[in-house]
């Protein structure tokens, strides 16, 4: 409560008992209707992320539909407001919050996307029907309380802007408990009552809120000033600078987020991240005293592009180049929400002025969740957006001449096309390509010129846009040049590449390789990767055959290029369940993959989500059963929990083996594993095989192997520990992802 309400001044105290509990209730009012609104969007899309194997597009969309409804919200405030009768606006809007009580306790059923369906469609559809009405409902809340506020005979009432400081600090208070607090300790049903409770008891203080204010209300009469009417108008100009300056930020926030869960997990822990830095930057935008300006965000906003620009061309750790995203990402937005304050108009255009925010909002969102997808093979939104954020600075000061002026423009497009060209010269002699002498320099020179450059260009806008779309643009092209097809859906991003040094043609997904196939005479159908037979998979196999029992039938929870299946023997029959469409039609061209046609004798492909397509074959039985299902290195993580083990075991033979792949750069899942075969009182073993080389052949792999309760492991010899339990039990209600990252 300290966070909302530390706006507002001591002069509570200076006003009247009744002033003072006025004040507090809208801002109580305000603050719990934001704390529902954010916390209801990590819980649905944790409900739903089951449905469409863990993709971190779930969330994206979850966003867009959540920025729509909330534009509906919107407009519906916008709608009541026009009404110059307080007491019917309250009785209205009580009707509307008591028909959204029908569609609560918040329920979105168990059934999935069918074969063939959009998963981006079929998910706007059950958010509509489940979600959509009490959504809308509490959604209009904010410009509808800060509206009658501004109609009492308050003192503050003539600018109830600083009430926003209470709504977003609900917000932020939702969107940072709900991973570290609401996720860890309540189950998913019992967030859905929690939530819907707390809409009854919100709906009331709302409406309590507007039956007081319209007693307090000041008289027609002086609310209707056609002067102050005139004065608070707005350009059609001035409108459309209030959508952009939401759009892009809101955009932006969803392209970062996409690059944070492909690379990580696909949980609300790193979803609430950027989001966070947006309602963050908004409640410091909107507070009386913001803590920057705009004289001091310019700087560090061009400062954190031009570093964006040099990375892109020079490269950047995961680690780094994560944390300078989300570092331009804050500042960008918190350049754009402080325009925003800076140009809102006066009371009576509040809800026009929040109308056409959410409208700016809902169009970033729909763009980096629906649009941007369909439009580009690669993630060629993030630069894009970043180039919109350079455009939208204020211009540089006029130049004292008109020759000055003139070639001070003529260098906004001149100045960055040099600067590729010395940039690109010195990157070649840098690389193995360049002369060997030249090397050491080169490399100082590749950082440091670039750096110098992009850092003189942030005082005009034009110029730094132009050497942050060479930057940022040109390298993606290379790379995308270099693919031998590069495709695109709701999964993600997927490329085909050679890659001529090590003789290989891999599958890649996101940042990861997802399967690969040799080039040499004699080795398409050889086991590489992951699947080495040095590797823990050709343990196993070998483990396998020495153990003599055989095997008839065995299952693959993700199917890559289907390279585990050079591991199969004639008569097993092999099964690979995947969710994406897309990656069974790369792994079945043979223009570049042979092993889908000469391995795992004519595998069987289920599409769908491998956990829902598994419990539909109820008869289905493995001798082994294989969970490979990750999407880059983000973890769907409804396949490894105490439900999901209980359906594997319940999918094998009695001497059968489910075999967990956990190689994670962010994420030990070992002990998750671990426990939750200890939970199930079936033994399990582990196996790390480091990479061996820095090549691609041998990457390295850690599984966990795990026996129905009451089998043995022990004909996997001494080279396979026993893992140690991690002490949280992840169930398909509750997870604990903090508990296992890898911090180094």
């Known amino acids: 409560m300290a966070i909302a309400t530390r706006d507002i001044p001591a002069a509570i105290q200076r006003q009247p008992v009744a002033g003072a509990a006025l004040l507090l209730a809208f801002v109580v009012a305000l603050f719990a209707s934001a704390f529902l609104l954010f916390s209801v969007q990590p819980m649905v899309s944790r409900m739903l992320l089951p449905r469409l194997g863990g993709s971190p597009a779930v969330w994206n969309t979850c966003v867009c539909f959540f920025q729509a409804t909330l534009l509906l919200g919107y407009c519906y405030a916008h709608w009541l407001a026009e009404w110059r009768r307080p007491r019917g606006q309250v009785a209205l809007h009580a009707l509307v919050l008591a028909g959204a009580l029908v569609f609560l306790p918040l329920s979105l059923g168990v059934d999935a996307p069918p074969a063939g369906a959009q998963p981006a469609d079929w998910l706007l559809a059950r958010l509509m029907l489940a979600v959509g009405a009490p959504f809308v409902a509490i959604a209009a809340t904010a410009p509808l309380l800060q509206h009658w506020f501004s109609r009492t005979t308050h003192p503050r009432a003539h600018d109830p802007y600083f009430l926003y400081v209470a709504s977003n600090a609900g917000s932020l208070l939702a969107l940072l408990g709900y991973p570290v607090l609401i996720e860890t300790t309540l189950g998913l049903s019992g967030q859905a009552q929690l939530w819907s409770f707390g809409f009854a008891a919100t709906a009331a203080a709302v409406l309590a809120c507007g039956v007081v204010a319209s007693r307090r209300a000041t008289p027609l009469a002086d609310q209707a000033d056609p002067q102050t009417d005139a004065a608070a108008g707005m350009t059609v100009q001035e409108g459309l600078r209030w959508i952009i300056l939401a759009f892009v930020p809101s955009a932006l926030m969803l392209a970062v987020t996409t690059y944070i869960t492909t690379d990580i997990a696909a949980t609300p822990l790193f979803w609430v991240a950027p989001l966070t830095i947006y309602i963050l930057t908004f409640m410091l935008a909107f507070s009386r005293r913001p803590l920057i300006g705009l004289r001091a965000l310019l700087p560090l906003q061009g400062i954190a592009l031009a570093a964006a620009a040099l990375a892109g061309l020079n490269g950047t750790p995961a680690a780094a180049g994560l944390i300078l995203s989300l570092v331009v990402f804050a500042l960008t937005s918190a350049v754009c929400h402080t325009e925003l304050a800076q140009r809102r108009p006066d009371a009576p255009r509040l809800t026009s002025y929040f109308l056409l925010i959410s409208i700016g909002g809902a169009l970033g969102g729909s763009f980096s969740a629906l649009l941007a997808p369909a439009l580009f093979r690669g993630p060629f939104e ?291 594993v671990a426990r939750l075969a200890a939970d199930a009182g079936a033994p399990a073993r582990h196996l790390l095989a480091p990479p061996m080389g820095a090549g691609l052949r041998r990457i390295g792999a850690e599984v966990v192997a795990v026996a129905a309760p009451g089998g043995n492991l022990d004909f996997l010899g001494d080279s396979w520990d026993t893992p140690k339990p991690g002490s949280a039990l992840w169930t398909d209600e509750r997870s604990n992802i903090l508990g296992v990252m890898r911090w180094r």
């Open 382 to 672: 993030y630069p894009l957006l970043l180039i919109a954020a350079c455009l939208l600075r204020p211009p540089p000061p006029r130049l004292p001449t008109e020759a000055r002026e003139n070639w001070a423009i003529r260098g906004d497009l001149l100045l960055p096309v040099v600067l590729m060209g010395v940039a690109v010269a010195l990157l070649w002699a840098e690389s193995p390509a360049g002369p060997e002498f030249l090397r050491p320099a080169a490399r100082i020179a590749a950082v440091a010129v670039p750096a110098a450059a992009l850092l003189w260009f942030t005082g005009r806008r034009v110029r730094l846009a132009m050497a942050l779309a060479g930057c940022l643009l040109f390298p993606m092209f290379v790379d995308a040049s270099g693919a031998l097809t590069t495709t695109r859906n709701f999964f993600g991003v997927h490329r085909v590449r050679r890659v001529p040094s090590e003789d290989l043609i891999v599958l890649q997904h996101g940042t990861t390789v997802h399967g690969m196939q040799g080039t040499r005479p004699g080795e398409e159908f050889t086991p590489l990767g992951y699947y080495d037979t040095a590797g823990p998979f050709g343990r196993m196999f070998a483990a396998l055959a020495r153990r003599g029992a055989p095997i008839a039938a065995v299952g693959v929870l993700g199917l890559g290029i289907g390279g585990l299946g050079c591991y199969a023997h004639p008569g097993e029959a092999w099964t690979f369940r995947e969710i994406d469409p897309e990656v069974e039609r790369l792994a079945r061209d043979q223009r570049w993959f042979h092993v889908m046609a000469g391995c795992g004798n004519r595998p069987a492909v289920v599409l769908g989500d491998a956990r829902l397509t598994l419990a539909a074959d109820a008869n289905v039985k493995y001798d082994l059963l294989v969970i490979d299902a990750f999407s880059s290195d983000s973890i769907p993580m409804h396949l490894i929990t105490r439900e999901a083990l209980a359906l594997y075991l319940s999918r094998l033979t009695p001497n059968g083996i489910v075999l967990f792949h956990v190689s994670n750069r962010y994420l030990d899942l070992t002990p998750v």
